[in-house]
């Protein structure tokens, strides 16, 4: 399968800075990529959708200038978590879809751990 | 929205038994993808379903896209202590939406 690499896979940070999230495709391009977040115990709930090029596309609820994408090229896309609280202390992963499946199989990275202190 | 109803949302289960757990939805998916993901990990895509009626085994698991292409199955026939850990459904429509999780425990 194809290979999605995430990192960190952990941070702690101090409330109130931000943090920055990296999710790179490795052996394949990517146009379109994902971010997830997930509590202990359920399920992975969908925040935004990256494209390479263009503006995220964000969830209902999801904060925009909040957590903030970049798609700058078909192998990277960041998530950068501003001003973090307490509260966004979770567990965040991206995923990426080969082209060539149209985006029908979707490989995730290892996810980040984030605890906000 | 479109929602995924999984069950069932734990199950412990001795080494050796067979394993089922099933996906459905109110909605119709194109495609439908089971994952297995450990503490910690990201989901690893383990099966993926793009026809109706698709019947798909990878080693001990099969998978099943089901008819009415709004329910899943997935089996795992004699289970050892590694198949530990949550899996989850999911399928596409336009996004990719998951269900809730089943978390299995296997006993030596």
């Known amino acids: 399968g194809a290979v999605v690499s995430q990192h960190p896979s952990w941070v702690i940070c101090k409330s109130g800075t931000s943090v920055k999230i990296e999710c790179r495709s490795l052996d394949f391009q990517a146009t379109t990529m994902f971010w997830y977040r997930q509590f202990p115990k359920q399920s992975l709930m969908l925040m935004a959708t990256?494209?390479?090029?263009?503006?995220?596309?964000?969830e209902q609820g999801v904060e925009k200038d909040k957590f903030l994408i970049n798609h700058a090229s078909l192998t990277l896309s960041t998530l950068t978590v501003t001003s973090a609280h307490p509260e966004d202390s979770s567990f965040y992963i991206c995923?990426?879809?080969?082209?060539?499946?149209?985006?029908?199989?979707?490989?995730f990275g290892q996810g980040t751990r984030l605890t906000v202190v | 929205g479109q929602q995924l109803n999984q069950s069932p949302q734990s199950m412990f289960i001795q080494e050796g038994e067979d394993v089922s757990m099933n996906c459905t939805s109110s909605s119709i998916f194109n495609t439908w993808l089971w994952y297995k993901q450990d503490p910690g990990e990201g989901p690893v895509l383990l099966i993926a379903l793009y026809k109706a009626g698709e019947l798909t085994s990878n080693g001990r698991l099969t998978a099943q896209f089901g008819i009415t292409r709004k329910d899943s199955f997935l089996n795992i026939s004699a289970s050892i202590p590694s198949d530990v850990g949550i899996y989850f459904c999911?399928?596409?429509?336009?996004?990719?939406?998951f269900g809730q999780g089943t978390e299995l425990s296997v006993k030596p």
């Open positions: 990256s494209n390479e090029g263009s503006k995220a596309t964000y």
């Open positions: 999911a399928g596409r429509g336009g996004k990719l939406i």
């Open positions: 995923s990426a879809g080969r082209d060539d499946f149209m985006n029908t199989e979707a490989f």
